[in-house]
């Protein structure tokens, strides 16, 4: 830890406790308050949500929340977003340096050996219903991916590290166009290997058993922006179950399990989905976005305007920004003409001048647009929050080798206590 001579001092009772300062390379401060509990004989802080609580000292992602800055290993979002491909992006969070040709064409190599699913994961596949929302089907495949790659990873071991990173890599794209050819009643396929990564899952996703799959540029660079956009956002929800759950020493694998879970609810990845559906709903209802604007805004009604607001972002997303262009490209490519886009676009303009969401700083978040790229894609709207894991992935791995390697606690948060004091326990015909 990077400390200052600056402190903070806190009283308690007359008795005054100070405690260092941390700084980061992008000059924020931390209290460091590791010693609380012992100087105060067992006063903590109470924190819920950790609006206020650092978890970890990290060197991957950085975000200004206030300036709409993101970061990935020091690199602005908007150079990696036009200028490198997911990969590549991939790489830089996990090992930290951008790849040279020959590192990114060896890593490629090193995931396409390890793209083949074991042929038995299937019947797994086969017991779940069709109507089983891909989000479990996933979490709970790649959890079963330790029963067919039993060994765990000695993070001592570069090459076990490396191998099980190769892994995933190689294997999280095929089990997520499975979860979705499952649902789409398709065969379930493998890809081809001669392809770009991202196109290749395209191909494992969208080809037809009796026809030949095309590549489109425009779409693939399309969902090579997106995934990038979505590969890491420093300690959200889903990384930090990543890294609590491997921090008990946990595999990487269901430690990514844990993740896709988190990642699942409609206040985190399960945003894009919810986006949709709301704009569906708007739709079925006569389309008046007014009505829905109010509903947003009345206290009584737990109706949020989804796509709205971000717990970080308070000015913009600098990830809507990229992607609202990509989307237009998307949709001018495509032709698309869909009523639920003209929605989105009243919603937007409607809620960006409304004062209740310019006083609460809520601007439109990047799953309000990553929903109707995927929508425009004839995704449907349950694999949405499954192409959000895909692009997480990379991050989720890079925090868990982070915390890993930098031999980070066990994460065990305290709490206040607020149930019933001791009570004389009552034999049950007594009760
Ligand atoms: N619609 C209407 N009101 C909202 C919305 C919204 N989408 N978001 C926040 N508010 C209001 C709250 O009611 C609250 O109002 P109040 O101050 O009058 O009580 C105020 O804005 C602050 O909201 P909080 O919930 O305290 O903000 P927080 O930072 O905790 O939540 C969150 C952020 C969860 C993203 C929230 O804005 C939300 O629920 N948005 C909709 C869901 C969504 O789009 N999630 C995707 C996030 S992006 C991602 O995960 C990749």
Known sequence: MNYMSRTASLEIDGKKYEFPLVKGTENEYAIDIKTLRGVTNGITTIDPGYKNTGSCESAITFLNGEEGVLRYRGYAIEDLAEKADFLEVAYLLIFGELPTKEELEKFHTDIKAQSHVDEDVKKI????????????????????LVAFNPS??????EEEMYNAICRILGKFPVLTAWAYRKRAGLPLDYGDDSLGYVDNFLKMMFKKPSGEYTSNKVIVDA????????????????????????????GLFVSISAGINALWGPLHGGANQAVIEMLEAIKEDGGDTKKFMAKAKD??????????GHRVYKNFDPRAKIIKKSADAVLEDLGVDDPVLDIAKGLEKEALEDQYFVDRRLYPNVDFYSGIIYRSLGIPVEMFTPMFALGRLPGWIAQWREMRLRKEPIGRPRQVYIGETYREFKPIGKR
């Open 299 to 308: 206290k009584s009604d737990p109706f949020r305007l989804m796509g709205f």
């Open 152 to 157: 765990s990873v000695n993070v001592d071991s």
């Open 223 to 250: 969902l090579d922006k997106l995934l990038i956009l979505h590969a890491d956002h420093e300690q959200n929800c889903s990384t930090s179950t990543v890294r609590i759950v491997g921090s008990s020493q946990a």
């Open 125 to 144: 596949i086969d017991g779940f219903p069709k109507s089983a929302h891909p989000m479990g089907v996933l979490s709970s495949l790649t959890s079963a």
